[in-house]
């Protein structure tokens, strides 16, 4: 279930490091947003890319083995985010947030 939540976390972590470049930004919200922001966006995506970390060491399995998990749902969620944007990146947020719920919820129903 971990793997799970590490990729449900992956597309907002994902999400928020795209937001950081003003190219995303242009194609997201028709802008670009001020320096501040673009750092506070970084700075979330590492957060969620860190708690997805996490969540893969905190499974129960050897390190080798939830650090090629963690690959493998990074990937998924780079190539998802990836797709988003290229195709509706008026919805990147409304998905990525979705993801960010059901993580949440895996989180405390896990618990």
Avoid: N
């Avoid at 970390?53 to 939830?66: D, E, F, I, Q, R």
């Avoid at 947020?93 to 059901?102: D, H, P, Q, T, Y």
């Amino acid at each position: 279930m971990s793997a799970w939540i590490a990729g449900a976390l992956a597309l907002p972590a994902f999400t928020a490091l795209s937001l950081a470049m003003e190219r995303h930004q242009d194609q997201v919200f028709g802008r670009t947003l001020a320096a501040k922001a673009s750092v506070a966006w970084r700075l979330a995506g590492i957060a969620l890319l860190s708690l997805s970390l996490a969540a893969c060491l905190a499974s129960g399995w050897s390190g080798a083995v939830a650090a090629t998990a963690w690959f493998g749902v990074l990937t998924v969620g780079a190539i998802l985010t990836g797709w988003i944007l290229a195709y509706v990146p008026r919805h990147l947020l409304r998905m990525a947030g979705a993801s960010l719920a059901v993580a949440a919820l895996a989180l405390v129903v896990r618990s």
